[in-house]
């Protein structure tokens, strides 16, 4: 076990694990300490991955990556591990090393990833992915054609990115570009990834993916010295593999206090959680207000009192289209977007404002456990209601 600060204290505290160092999983462990409550936290790796700049890795304009020591409270155990099996009989979780966590409650935090990728694409969902692609491009003439495969937010940052570095960017959309903006808030998009020279192609979807070319349900054959995959969505197995009961993607199924359906000691927080089967946006603008509400709920279970159900809202996407454009897009408290929205600099500025200050607030949080504060009133009865119809 890796250390973050030894343990000194000669009363039992309660135990609490947490699975997945993220956006969620960190804010959760900081948010913990308001309260004598022994957390570990268990992460695959010994660093922070900034998710959201991991399309800025794969051009080698950011290591997306940032130190544990100060975005996590000093009395928050890192353990740097693989959780492998949640055995909730015993309340132990099993690691890759082969030892064992007891724990009294469990917040899983596990994240996300992209969907499977086909054998001779790149995903950027990961660190290790990301670092993967970045030695590729070494390797790639500048000229040399990309392609980018998923129309969503991921999709468009990383086409982007590529295109201001110089690259000769394609990006296949699928169906829609920016499926989840406004109609005003694809055209902000469209019109900087054409300024920036990516071609948009919008309706077929990718049929098969060779070391050199994509092909399309059209028939059309893309020359691609490197195709990259942001399409889908997936989580890890490990809720499933461990007996808990998930949703079709394996979201871990929870009521509206984050607890799981099965087991009262378990609590879900971030992209790996479905309250009532109807998740919010993997982001982490839904993670940070996520991790404090399942620590949240374990403060009450420990105090013996009734959890609240889960509030937050939403404000809108950030989008940013190489380091100096970017679209805002913003949305009703319930993330229904609307015709609003700000480009180009200005939204680059308020995008990298939003990059920092998510760090920041992990930061804050683990000075002053409590600190962290977020929107209220998402109308997640409707959403829930609308959902179920």
């Known amino acids: 076990m890796t250390p973050h600060r030894q343990e000194s204290t000669m009363t039992q505290k309660t135990r ?25 936290l268990v992460n695959a790796r010994p660093a922070f991955v900034e998710r959201i700049r991991l399309h800025q890795l794969a051009v080698g304009n950011d290591d997306a990556v940032a130190g544990y020591d100060d975005l996590l409270h ?33 917040i899983y935090a596990v994240g996300s990833t992209s969907g499977a990728a086909p054998e001779f694409a790149y995903r950027i969902a990961e660190l290790e992915d990301s670092q993967a692609l970045a030695a590729r491009l070494q390797d790639v003439p500048a000229a040399a054609p990309i392609v980018v495969v998923g129309g969503g937010l991921t999709g468009i940052e990383a086409a982007s990115e590529f295109a201001e570095a110089g690259r000769s960017v394609t990006l296949v959309t ?20 054409a300024k920036l020279g990516v071609s948009v192609i919008e309706g077929p979807t990718v049929t098969a993916v060779t070391a050199h070319d994509v092909t399309l349900s059209d028939g059309r054959v893309l020359e691609s010295a490197a195709t990259v995959w942001t ?22 199924l929870t009521d509206e206090t984050l607890t799981s359906v099965d087991d009262d000691r378990v609590i879900a927080a971030g992209d790996a959680a479905a309250p009532s089967g109807v998740p919010l946006r993997m982001s982490c603008q839904a993670a940070l207000p996520l991790g404090a509400q399942a620590a949240n709920t374990v403060l009450a279970r420990i105090a013996g009192s ?16 190489g380091r100096d454009g970017g679209t805002i897009q913003l949305a009703r408290t319930d993330d229904t977007p609307i015709r609003v929205y700000l480009g180009g600099r200005t939204a680059a500025l308020v995008k990298e404002q939003v990059c920092k200050g998510t760090l920041s607030f992990l930061r804050k949080e683990a000075a002053k456990p409590g600190a962290y504060f977020w929107l209220k009133g998402g109308k997640r009865a409707r959403r829930i209601e609308l959902a179920r119809a």
């Open 74 to 106: 000093a009395d928050v155990r890192l353990l740097v591990d693989h959780a492998q099996r949640i055995d909730t009989a015993t309340r132990r979780v099993e690691v890759a090393s082969g030892t064992a966590l007891d724990y009294d409650y469990l």
């Open 16 to 40: 609490v694990v947490v699975l997945g160092g993220g956006y969620a999983g960190v804010l959760a462990a900081n948010h913990l300490q308001q309260q004598a409550v022994d957390v570990t």
């Open 306 to 321: 009734a959890p609240a159900p889960i509030n937050q809202a939403f404000t809108g996407q950030c989008i940013s289209i």
């Open 174 to 193: 699928g169906p829609v570009l920016g499926p989840s903006l406004s109609v005003p808030g694809r055209r902000s998009v469209a019109r900087q990834l």
């Open 231 to 252: 399409a889908g969505f997936g989580v890890p197995a490990l809720a499933a593999d461990s007996g808990l009961r998930t949703d079709a993607l394996g979201r871990l």
